[in-house]
């Protein structure tokens, strides 16, 4: 069966790198039919798209974070990262990782519990 | 703001039937799919592709897409179906969300 579990620093200061970790069991992030997907959510608020990761190489980001995201790729520890640069308190959220198979335009089937993480010094 | 419009808040007596909807510029061109998010909990997928429910989730959930507009049916409506509910769908290089509808269950 497939998991998924987020992983984070909790609290982060503004302006430095968050660095996010989704730990996958069930199957190898290698797989070509799945893409690794991240969600965020601001508390009391709805669910952004941040990006989706294929391992073969195919990354989609959302364009209003674009130039502050960066992804890893651990294939011994089965992970996918993602780093989010010069953060501000707008970047506190529950950050979720989730998954979808056979395409980038398909259904997120499976999600994590999700990382809440807050900015602020 | 969203790309995806959604009513932020709908509310059904026990029983009846809810339709949550979600608008977008040609929206029936795109896979729509649905969430329910209850307190503290990650979004679980209750509709997928417009129309296919995934296993384990009641009939009672159905979805359509035409148009502009994705619409979201729960029929005989319970208590626990009472959560937020996003539509979402991958419009050529983004994926969106729409902004949530809160359903209520008097």
């Known amino acids: 069966q497939l998991q998924l579990q987020e992983s984070g620093p909790g609290l982060v200061n503004p302006s430095e790198t968050l660095s996010l970790t989704c730990t996958v069991s069930?199957?190898?992030?290698?797989?070509?039919?799945?893409?690794w997907v991240w969600i965020r959510q601001p508390p009391g608020k709805g669910l952004e798209w941040i990006a989706s990761?294929?391992?073969?190489?195919?990354?989609y980001y959302n364009p209003s974070l674009k130039s502050r995201l960066s992804r890893l790729i651990d294939t011994s520890k089965n992970q996918v990262s993602l780093n989010l640069t010069s953060v501000t308190a707008a970047d506190t959220a529950i950050y979720y990782c989730?998954?979808?198979?056979?395409?980038?335009?398909?259904?997120?089937?499976?999600w994590g519990q999700g990382t809440l993480v807050l900015v602020s010094s | 703001s969203s790309v995806l419009t959604q009513p932020p808040a709908v509310s059904v007596a026990p029983g009846e039937t809810a339709r949550i909807t979600c608008g977008g510029d040609?929206?029936?061109?795109?896979?729509v799919h649905w969430y329910q998010q209850t307190p503290g909990r990650a979004p679980l997928l209750v509709v997928h592709?417009?129309?296919d429910r995934p296993s384990g989730i009641p009939e009672r959930f159905s979805g359509s897409n035409s148009g502009n507009t994705a619409t979201l049916t729960i029929s005989r409506v319970e208590a626990g179906d009472e959560a937020d509910y996003y539509c979402?769908?991958?419009?050529?290089?983004?994926?969106?969300f729409g902004g949530g509808t809160k359903l209520t269950v008097l």
């Open positions: 592709d417009d129309s």
């Open positions: 989730a998954t979808r198979v056979g395409g980038v335009a398909e259904a997120l089937e499976d």
């Open positions: 990761i294929h391992y073969h190489g195919t990354v």
């Open positions: 040609n929206l029936g061109t795109y896979s």
């Open positions: 979402q769908a991958w419009t050529g290089r983004s994926d969106h």
């Open positions: 069930g199957v190898s992030i290698t797989s070509s039919g799945h893409y």
